[in-house]
């Protein structure tokens, strides 16, 4: 890696909504990987543990929600480094 490779691209959109499948968020560029992978790793945590309580009953349906979007969140910062590779 070499260049501006130790940072976020910024180039990968989510939250796709609405009719015509538009994109309500996008990666910001430049935020270093280090703490983007961080980041990804806590949104994922998260979601594992929502998940976790559903599956045992012990969450209502707003869980479950709230696992997919934080997976999300977490895939896109993800998929925004795997891209930065590539570009190399």
């Known amino acids: 890696m070499h260049g501006n490779s130790h940072l976020t691209p910024g180039i990968t959109e989510f939250g796709q909504c609405g009719s015509d499948g538009a994109h309500l968020f996008q990666i910001n560029a430049n935020v270093p990987v280090i703490d983007a992978l961080a980041y990804s790793s806590n949104l994922q945590r998260c979601a594992n543990q929502l998940m976790l309580d559903s599956a045992l009953g012990e969450s209502g ?10 997976g999300e969140m977490a895939k896109a910062i993800v998929d925004d480094l795997a891209a930065a590779t590539r570009a190399d």
Do not use: M, P
């Open 61 to 70: 349906e707003h869980a479950k929600w709230a696992a997919i979007y934080l």
